[in-house]
């Protein structure tokens, strides 16, 4: 059957839904993931404004919807990023084609948390931490800043967890990125 502009009457159910905005709904995000995000913006915060770990824990717990967040996880991978900063990076910076400080604040962020979360969180399977950094770095980060951060982190993720990966780990050559 046919409506008045001539396309089928499903097409003009769908272009009805375009027309009000109706769109499938994402599903809330888990209280995993606003952990990451909540993360993700303290770091930011530590690494553009030199907030200290007090200031943006106080900082997240003011804001809406943190009660929501896994607790133990965001303090587990804050911690673990702002006290092992300097290791995290190291083992980032050889999968990095360009200097430290020529990467986003986003996506540094981003990568420090996603390598705290592949050295230190085991139980967290390695394609769900590449996976929520992909997402995050989709939210937060540039427009193709989340291809960035999926290739940088498809090689730490051998690295860091060779009985798990599929690909096996071979380290770079000194000098090679």
Not at 42 to 58: K, S, T
Not at 78 to 97: F, M, N, T, W, Y
Not at 138 to 146: A, E, L, R, V, W
Request: proline share 7%; hydrophobic share 35%; with cysteine.
């Amino acid at each position: 059957m046919r409506g008045r502009d001539g396309q089928s009457d499903e097409s003009a159910e769908v272009s009805a839904e375009k027309l009000h905005g109706e769109r499938p709904r994402k599903a809330p995000a888990s209280p995993r993931h606003r952990a990451r995000e909540f993360v993700v913006q303290g770091l930011y915060q530590h690494l553009v404004g030199g907030q200290d770990h007090a200031a943006i824990v106080a900082q997240a717990e003011s804001v809406a919807g943190f009660e929501k967040a896994h607790r133990p996880l965001y303090d587990s991978l804050l911690s673990g990023v702002l006290d092992d900063q300097q290791a995290l990076r190291a083992l980032l910076e050889p999968h990095i084609a360009r200097s430290w400080d020529e990467v986003s604040p986003i996506e540094r962020s981003i990568l420090l948390l996603a390598a705290c979360e592949l050295r230190d969180h085991p139980e967290t399977p390695w394609r769900v931490v590449i996976n929520e950094a992909i997402e995050l770095a989709k939210s937060f980060g540039g427009t193709d800043g989340h291809k960035f951060v999926n290739g940088v982190l498809d090689k730490l993720a051998p690295q860091l967890r060779p009985h798990e990966s599929p690909l096996p780990f071979t380290p770079l050559a000194e000098g090679s990125k």
